[in-house]
């Protein structure tokens, strides 16, 4: 079964405006990572948040994750049409071999 | 550097074949994964290897072999092709400092299978 579900689904906005999504997971986790995906491509890793951190930025994204609620956010700030995509969120697990386990997946659709 | 190269990009097979989706990595990594990526179900994990000589299963193993030819290359087998094989195929990589740390994933470009 999937480790992570995204929240929501598919979410449709205008340039500019900004895009969140969240994932949540069912099991204790060492690190939590977002992926992008363009139509007909392969994944794309965009920033790894570990599980002792709160809040990280890369450019345009911030995550935040709360281990207490088992949930993380992206959001993607000012976003523009290049950012259509699906994103997916991705958990490797507390101890052990870090399999990657991933989410269903949010489709991000940024209106010109 | 060409990153993670998977062949072929397409394939059209009828129920009982088999064939051999091909992997190759170019960047010294030690892992490598294959997942599967259907509708409204996100990319599940069919099997892994975490490193060269190694090979475990994922989530949906069944139905699949794997063989990790060197460190390179990691090979996808399906003996007996079924229509619920129908689907993309991701072939990834990682470089691990360890086998707890956890890197990001490289992916294929993808092989789109369709069993008839």
């Known amino acids: 079964s999937q480790q992570g579900e995204e929240d929501p689904q598919a979410l449709s906005i205008q340039e500019g405006e900004n895009a969140t999504m969240n994932c949540s997971y069912k099991?204790?986790?060492?690190?939590l990572q977002w992926y992008r995906q363009n139509s007909g491509r392969g994944l794309v890793h965009l920033i790894l948040?570990?599980?002792?951190?709160r809040e990280k930025h890369s450019g345009r994204l911030r995550v935040t994750l709360d281990t207490s609620k088992k949930s993380s956010s992206l959001l993607i700030t000012a976003s523009r049409a290049a950012d259509t995509a699906s994103y997916f969120c991705a958990t490797g697990p507390n101890t052990g071999f870090q399999k990657l386990v991933f989410g269903t997946g949010t489709r991000l659709l940024v209106s010109p | 550097n060409a990153g993670v190269t998977q062949t072929p990009k397409f394939q059209v097979l009828k129920t009982g074949q088999s064939m051999t989706l091909q992997c190759a990595q170019d960047?010294?990594?030690?892992?490598m994964y294959w997942y599967r990526q259907d509708p409204g179900m996100g990319l599940r994990l069919i099997y892994y290897s975490a490193s060269e000589g190694t090979t475990d299963k994922g989530e949906v193993p069944n139905g699949y072999n794997v063989s990790r030819l060197n460190k390179r290359e990691f090979s996808l087998r399906l003996e007996s092709a079924a229509p619920s094989q129908t689907s993309v195929y991701f072939c990834a990589s990682r470089w691990d400092r360890t086998e707890a740390t956890n890197e990001k994933l490289f992916f294929g470009s993808g092989t789109q299978l369709s069993v008839l």
């Open positions: 099991t204790s986790i060492n690190n």
């Open positions: 948040i570990r599980s002792n951190e």
């Open positions: 960047m010294n990594h030690n892992s």
